[in-house]
């Protein structure tokens, strides 16, 4: 196997952009990660492996090579230096980003997909992804001011969710919802209050929900867009959830609904 030993090798550059955001690559940092990816045919190019690793990330750094990604060993003070999170795992690696098209995540029908304005910390975003595809949700879009799904916070938040469900990034939302409407897909805007309490909706025509970001939730330009308005009901003193709370609260209740009609 390969060895590099300086942290200024440009390999260890390369990481680092992945980390950073580099557009065309994306940065998977521990084992079931890259399993995920492996899976599902993930483009992985390049892996790299502490050479104190353990028997089984060894093994799958096997598996990757063979699969066709370049695997190098470095020491675990040069991982470190690849790797963004405080702990490595003891293997991360690249892959080539595949982004899916709006028309792809707004193909699947009856459409159930979950529009992202504004959600900015990528751990909501992830989580959401992995909720959408826990409960059968059909696609995410996010608009240009939401958190990347491909950075590598979200991506260790979606669980690998994000290589099997199609996810739209950096979307004009109006240009989406027009796309959506254009399908027969009704537009619901998730708000605090006065909408349709969520158990009263019925969500098992095409649907695509708007959610807004932290703090402050859709902006009004963006519940515009609706033409229905979907409230989650709770108890007082409460008047709000986490974004990716509500995201799979409603991801979960369309299940429900679509599940009963199909048994």
Not at 27 to 52: K, N, Q, R
Not at 84 to 95: E, L, N, T
Request: aromatic share 2%; glycine share 8%; with cysteine.
């Amino acid at each position: 196997m390969e060895t590099i030993t300086s942290r200024q090798n440009p390999i260890v550059r390369r990481f680092r952009a992945a980390a950073d955001g580099a557009r065309e690559s994306v940065l998977l940092d521990g084992a079931h990660l890259i399993e995920e990816a492996l899976a599902a045919s993930a483009p992985i190019e390049l892996v790299a492996i502490d050479e104190g690793a353990k028997a089984d990330v060894a093994a799958l750094g096997r598996r990757v090579e063979t699969a066709g990604a370049r695997v190098i060993s470095v020491p675990s003070t040069v991982l470190a230096a690849m790797s963004p999170v405080r702990q490595p795992s003891g293997i991360v690696a690249i892959a080539r980003r595949q982004d899916k098209s709006l028309a792809q995540t707004l193909a699947a029908s009856p459409q159930m997909v979950l529009i992202l304005d504004e959600v900015q910390d990528p751990g909501n975003v992830g989580a959401i992804v992995r909720a959408a595809e826990a409960c059968g949700a059909t696609g995410v879009i996010t608009g240009q001011g939401t958190a990347d799904p491909m950075g590598w916070k979200a991506l260790r938040g979606s669980m690998g969710s994000i290589f099997r469900l199609p996810v739209a990034v950096r979307q004009n939302l109006a240009d989406a919802v027009r796309a959506a409407r254009a399908l027969g897909i009704e537009i619901i805007a998730a708000v605090p209050r006065d909408g349709v309490p969520l158990p009263e909706l019925d969500l098992r025509r095409p649907v695509a929900v708007l959610l807004g970001g932290e703090g402050g939730g859709l902006r009004d330009s963006v519940v515009d867009l609706a033409t229905t308005r979907l409230t989650i009901p709770m108890r007082r003193p409460v008047e709000s959830l986490n974004v990716a709370t509500a995201a799979a609260l409603i991801a979960y209740e369309a299940q429900r609904q679509r599940t009963s009609v199909l048994s």
